[in-house]
């Protein structure tokens, strides 16, 4: 483990939390790389203190920028929960408020409460969401399978509360101190249901509590009172509608086996430990599909006392009942037809000598059978203790893997003693992992947050080489996990040093190519998403990385305009028009872009005249793309790292350019004021069939085996365009604002302040001119502060202006900008806008930005 960086409250900032508050921090990190995290402020007012809880949300790429949620809560709030999706969460205070909370116009800094919950005077100790049915296994046996939908295995799973047709219903579930279990679903209408019923036959008090899932669809819910000395219960619960067709909803509870921690069993060690600190369920969703599966319904316990602090493990297991020789029959019966029950094993446990603080568990859902031999992410829970260690325990074994000691910021101070004096006293509180459980992201007693990265080889004993090749393998299956669950990448590149970077890509790509081609259709924009910004932590592959954002640009252009082709007759026999139009360009080596558009119908590319202009932006850019490409051929050789130079050997996206060009040239007989505009030497220029003409060329030479060099009058052509066409700039540099490639240039842990922007990050993050990018483009043209350079609608494609006045959006991840409010009147363009309203092209999120 590594401290990547720490996060602090300005000294005079009302946000520190107040000793009596500490390590009632409640945080979630979500599966788009969101944390959520709560604190407690204290305002005065007429004369009266009054603490006010905040949601705080948090880019843990982007530490500094911290936006603060109020207005529902004000009690404590204990629980914080995203769905599985990454887009809504759910929270819980102390006085029985559950709220619902989404992103406002998908931007990342404005949210909004769109459904509540309450349960008078009853605080909220547990807080989950209805499964919706869904379940994707990490499938550890077959990890080696060239196929990434054997890896990665859809299970059967039954939503918590089904509708007609097995639809899932929308809400969750939370477990009161009292005893009470109340379930709160959504109405498709508009508002809510809720019901509430006892979990058990008495009301009990519940000081701690975890939901979990079962595969049949019932929910498990595990309580504790505190106590060592009172048993764990565990009880199920069961959904369903009173009536079909109708908004009633019934609550079934049933116990399930309970249990007295091990730590207490034992006359010697009762007084020991007295205090059940965390209560969890190791896999949320539990399910057991063969006889030679592990239990899913596992449990770790840890309690403090006098001597220190336990964690046990503890696993809900199947065993026969024996029957009397009266009651059996001969031949005996099957094993499978023996009558079994159920009863909670004592696993194994780990002791320290300091008191936990704070526990988190692995999100990767490993599927494991008693035969799997893996010990890579997912496998491991972190555990951290008030003397400030964190130490990694295996989640079966609790067999310690790597220590860690977190001393918080690190302060230069004259000497030791007062270093010392500095670290006294900060231990983590609040810890989460990240989806692919190689980060932490945590809170300290001090309220600061911190950052924290798992290497995957989890602290085994390996030599260099070894320990490369296994970090390797693990990061690469971790980004295919990525890619079929749709969830972010981020934090998988704080594992890997830039000399792992192009065998990381290499891997990916052979392992992209092995797959179907309706998989690979399905994952190719996220895989070059992927790729570009894996790109962006080498110093020699910002060209690359540039390549990477345009040709998502370009695919997504490709697939806009066909989609708006429609074939004139209804026929399974004839090609549609994007068909003919693919297989014209595949096969066709014609260089004469007029005698290519004889062999096309052009009625059948016929659209709107208002639709083909409400184009023109997108044209352009196809337009000059083109263009900056080709004046990229004469600088193969001496610029290799140049943007553009990886697309003349890139076959797939040379042909999808010739298609486009083809189309552009028949939409411009329609109209040809949606044609690109070239300010040329020659006014009666040709632009676009002469662009046509060298990329068909290019086109060809690279689909020898090898690659053919290109002839001398094709590189001369490619030569004279910047002189025969004025370029205008593409602003295309990946700019990166984050953290994302800093760890590689700092080599330490760095400190930051909520909202204050670190003045260094821009400039070691950013892409300058000795990369020779593109004509024109600038290391801070995206920046809102600059008044001298043009900004550039990510989206549109439209120039803003050099100080836009419209509300703006940015990228937390490259930081494209783009409007808020849409210009567009045609549906075409509203229809593209609708592909970004959710997320930018790199797929970062957006957040709402002030021009000041």
Same mark, same amino acid.
């Given at each position: 483990?590594?401290?990547?960086?720490?996060?602090?409250?300005?000294?005079?900032?009302?946000?520190?939390?107040?000793?009596?508050?500490?390590?009632?921090?409640?945080?979630?990190?979500?599966?788009?790389?969101?944390?959520?995290?709560?604190?407690?402020?204290?305002?005065?007012?007429?004369?009266?203190?009054?603490?006010?809880?905040?949601?705080?949300?948090?880019?843990?790429?982007?530490?500094?920028?911290?936006?603060?949620?109020?207005?529902?809560?004000?009690?404590?709030?204990?629980?914080?929960?995203?769905?599985?999706?990454?887009?809504?969460?759910?929270?819980?205070?102390?006085?029985?408020?559950?709220?619902?909370?989404?992103?406002?116009?998908?931007?990342?800094?404005?949210?909004?409460?769109?459904?509540?919950?309450?349960?008078?005077?009853?605080?909220?100790?547990?807080?989950?969401?209805?499964?919706?049915?869904?379940?994707?296994?990490?499938?550890?046996?077959?990890?080696?399978?060239?196929?990434?939908?054997?890896?990665?295995?859809?299970?059967?799973?039954?939503?918590?509360?089904?509708?007609?047709?097995?639809?899932?219903?929308?809400?969750?579930?939370?477990?009161?101190?009292?005893?009470?279990?109340?379930?709160?679903?959504?109405?498709?209408?508009?508002?809510?249901?809720?019901?509430?019923?006892?979990?058990?036959?008495?009301?009990?008090?519940?000081?701690?509590?975890?939901?979990?899932?079962?595969?049949?669809?019932?929910?498990?819910?595990?309580?504790?009172?505190?106590?060592?000395?009172?048993?764990?219960?565990?009880?199920?619960?069961?959904?369903?509608?009173?009536?079909?067709?109708?908004?009633?909803?019934?609550?079934?509870?049933?116990?399930?086996?309970?249990?007295?921690?091990?730590?207490?069993?034992?006359?010697?060690?009762?007084?020991?430990?007295?205090?059940?600190?965390?209560?969890?369920?190791?896999?949320?969703?539990?399910?057991?599909?063969?006889?030679?599966?592990?239990?899913?319904?596992?449990?770790?316990?840890?309690?403090?006392?006098?001597?220190?602090?336990?964690?046990?493990?503890?696993?809900?297991?199947?065993?026969?009942?024996?029957?009397?020789?009266?009651?059996?029959?001969?031949?005996?019966?099957?094993?499978?037809?023996?009558?079994?029950?159920?009863?909670?094993?004592?696993?194994?446990?780990?002791?320290?000598?300091?008191?936990?603080?704070?526990?988190?568990?692995?999100?990767?859902?490993?599927?494991?059978?008693?035969?799997?031999?893996?010990?890579?992410?997912?496998?491991?829970?972190?555990?951290?203790?008030?003397?400030?260690?964190?130490?990694?325990?295996?989640?079966?074994?609790?067999?310690?893997?790597?220590?860690?000691?977190?001393?918080?910021?690190?302060?230069?101070?004259?000497?030791?003693?007062?270093?010392?004096?500095?670290?006294?006293?900060?231990?983590?509180?609040?810890?989460?992992?990240?989806?692919?459980?190689?980060?932490?992201?945590?809170?300290?007693?001090?309220?600061?947050?911190?950052?924290?990265?798992?290497?995957?080889?989890?602290?085994?004993?390996?030599?260099?080489?070894?320990?490369?090749?296994?970090?390797?393998?693990?990061?690469?299956?971790?980004?295919?996990?990525?890619?079929?669950?749709?969830?972010?990448?981020?934090?998988?590149?704080?594992?890997?040093?830039?000399?792992?970077?192009?065998?990381?890509?290499?891997?990916?790509?052979?392992?992209?190519?092995?797959?179907?081609? @309706? %998989?690979?259709? /399905? $994952?190719?924009?996220? !895989? +070059?998403? #992927? &790729?570009?910004?894996?790109?962006?932590?080498?110093?020699?592959?910002?060209?690359?990385?540039?390549?990477?954002?345009?040709?998502?640009?370009?695919?997504?252009?490709?697939?806009?305009?066909?989609?708006?082709?429609?074939?004139?007759?209804?026929?399974?026999?004839?090609?549609?028009?994007?068909?003919?139009?693919?297989?014209?360009?595949?096969?066709?080596?014609?260089?004469?872009?007029?005698?290519?558009?004889?062999?096309?119908?052009?009625?059948?590319?016929?659209?709107?005249?208002?639709?083909?202009?409400?184009?023109?932006?997108?044209?352009?850019?196809?337009?000059?793309?083109?263009?900056?490409?080709?004046?990229?051929?004469?600088?193969?050789?001496?610029?290799?790292?140049?943007?553009?130079?990886?697309?003349?050997?890139?076959? @797939? %996206?040379?042909? /999808? $350019?010739?298609?486009? !060009? +083809?189309? #552009? &040239?028949?939409?411009?007989?329609?109209?040809?004021?949606?044609?690109?505009?070239?300010?040329?030497?020659?006014?009666?220029?040709?632009?676009?069939?002469?662009?046509?003409?060298?990329?068909?060329?290019?086109?060809?030479?690279?689909?020898?085996?090898?690659?053919?060099?290109?002839?001398?009058?094709?590189?001369?052509?490619?030569?004279?365009?910047?002189?025969?066409?004025?370029?205008?700039?593409?602003?295309?540099?990946?700019?990166?604002?984050?953290?994302?490639?800093?760890?590689?240039?700092?080599?330490?842990?760095?400190?930051?302040?909520?909202?204050?922007?670190?003045?260094?990050?821009?400039?070691?993050?950013?892409?300058?001119?000795?990369?020779?990018?593109?004509?024109?483009?600038?290391?801070?043209?995206?920046?809102?502060?600059?008044?001298?350079?043009?900004?550039?609608?990510?989206?549109?494609?439209?120039?803003?202006?050099?100080?836009?006045?419209?509300?703006?959006?940015?990228?937390?991840?490259?930081?494209?900008?783009?409007?808020?409010?849409?210009?567009?009147?045609?549906?075409?363009?509203?229809?593209?806008?609708?592909?970004?309203?959710?997320?930018?092209?790199?797929?970062?999120?957006?957040?709402?930005?002030?021009?000041?």
């Amino acid at each position: 483990m590594e401290l990547v960086y720490v996060t602090e409250w300005p000294k005079t900032d009302v946000n520190l939390c107040s000793k009596k508050l500490i390590g009632d921090t409640a945080c979630s990190w979500s599966c788009r790389n969101i944390l959520a995290f709560s604190t407690v402020s204290n305002t005065k007012a007429l004369e009266k203190e009054i603490y006010r809880p905040k949601i705080h949300i948090v880019d843990p790429d982007r530490p500094w920028e911290l936006h603060s949620i109020t207005g529902v809560h004000k009690d404590l709030i204990q629980v914080l929960q995203w769905n599985a999706s990454g887009t809504q969460f759910l929270s819980g205070d102390s006085s029985g408020t559950s709220a619902l909370w989404q992103m406002k116009n998908h931007l990342l800094n404005d949210w909004e409460s769109v459904a509540e919950s309450h349960v008078a005077g009853e605080p909220i100790v547990a807080l989950g969401w209805l499964h919706s049915g869904v379940k994707i296994s990490y499938n550890v046996d077959n990890i080696d399978s060239p196929i990434m939908l054997d890896k990665f295995t859809r299970s059967r799973f039954t939503p918590s509360l089904p509708q007609v047709g097995t639809k899932p219903a929308s809400g969750w579930i939370t477990v009161t101190s009292t005893g009470l279990v109340s379930v709160t679903v959504l109405k498709n209408g508009g508002g809510t249901i809720t019901v509430t019923e006892c979990l058990g036959n008495t009301r009990c008090h519940a000081e701690l509590a975890d939901i979990a899932y079962s595969s049949s669809g019932d929910i498990l819910i595990a309580t504790s009172d505190g106590s060592c000395r009172s048993p764990v219960q565990v009880y199920k619960v069961i959904l369903s509608w009173k009536e079909a067709l109708t908004d009633k909803v019934c609550i079934e509870t049933d116990y399930l086996p309970s249990l007295h921690v091990q730590c207490c069993v034992d006359l010697g060690n009762k007084d020991k430990y007295v205090t059940i600190t965390h209560l969890r369920f190791i896999n949320k969703e539990c399910y057991e599909e063969e006889s030679t599966s592990l239990p899913a319904e596992q449990l770790i316990i840890s309690a403090i006392g006098s001597s220190g602090s336990c964690v046990e493990f503890w696993s809900l297991s199947k065993e026969f009942i024996p029957l009397n020789k009266i009651f059996q029959t001969s031949p005996p019966p099957s094993r499978e037809s023996q009558p079994t029950t159920q009863k909670w094993v004592f696993g194994s446990c780990y002791t320290n000598t300091a008191a936990v603080t704070g526990l988190c568990l692995p999100k990767l859902p490993v599927k494991l059978s008693s035969k799997s031999i893996y010990n890579g992410p997912g496998m491991v829970m972190a555990v951290a203790f008030q003397d400030g260690s964190v130490k990694l325990l295996h989640r079966v074994s609790l067999k310690p893997c790597a220590p860690f000691k977190y001393e918080g910021a690190k302060v230069d101070t004259g000497s030791q003693a007062k270093r010392q004096k500095v670290y006294n006293g900060k231990h983590l509180v609040c810890m989460e992992m990240s989806s692919t459980c190689c980060s932490i992201m945590a809170i300290d007693r001090m309220g600061a947050l911190c950052l924290i990265k798992i290497a995957p080889t989890l602290g085994q004993a390996l030599d260099q080489g070894a320990a490369r090749a296994h970090t390797i393998a693990q990061v690469v299956n971790l980004l295919e996990y990525s890619l079929v669950t749709g969830y972010e990448w981020w934090d998988l590149l704080h594992t890997i040093t830039p000399g792992m970077v192009d065998t990381v890509i290499d891997r990916l790509t052979e392992a992209f190519n092995r797959q179907a081609k @309706s %998989t690979q259709e /399905l $994952l190719f924009s996220r !895989l +070059v998403a #992927v &790729k570009g910004s894996l790109h962006r932590m080498t110093s020699s592959g910002a060209g690359k990385s540039v390549d990477c954002y345009c040709k998502l640009l370009l695919n997504a252009i490709s697939s806009e305009f066909k989609s708006l082709l429609r074939p004139s007759s209804v026929s399974t026999q004839d090609k549609s028009p994007t068909e003919k139009l693919a297989a014209i360009c595949a096969h066709s080596s014609e260089l004469d872009l007029n005698k290519v558009l004889l062999n096309l119908d052009a009625k059948e590319f016929a659209l709107d005249p208002n639709t083909l202009q409400s184009l023109q932006q997108l044209i352009q850019w196809i337009a000059d793309y083109c263009l900056h490409t080709l004046s990229t051929v004469p600088q193969q050789a001496s610029n290799p790292t140049k943007p553009g130079i990886s697309i003349l050997r890139d076959t @797939s %996206t040379l042909c /999808l $350019l010739r298609e486009m !060009l +083809v189309l #552009v &040239k028949v939409w411009g007989m329609h109209k040809k004021t949606c044609l690109p505009v070239f300010s040329t030497t020659p006014e009666s220029f040709d632009t676009v069939s002469h662009l046509y003409k060298l990329i068909t060329q290019v086109w060809l030479a690279s689909k020898e085996i090898p690659p053919a060099e290109l002839d001398d009058n094709t590189v001369d052509e490619c030569c004279l365009l910047p002189s025969q066409i004025i370029m205008q700039p593409l602003d295309v540099t990946p700019v990166t604002e984050g953290i994302t490639g800093k760890l590689l240039i700092l080599r330490q842990a760095m400190s930051f302040q909520f909202h204050t922007a670190p003045s260094h990050m821009v400039n070691i993050a950013t892409f300058g001119h000795s990369l020779n990018i593109f004509p024109g483009s600038e290391v801070n043209v995206r920046s809102l502060t600059d008044r001298i350079h043009q900004k550039t609608d990510v989206v549109r494609r439209l120039y803003l202006g050099v100080s836009p006045p419209e509300e703006i959006r940015s990228c937390t991840r490259c930081s494209s900008i783009s409007m808020l409010n849409s210009p567009s009147r045609s549906s075409a363009m509203k229809s593209w806008e609708q592909r970004w309203a959710k997320s930018c092209l790199c797929g970062g999120l957006w957040r709402k930005v002030i021009v000041e």
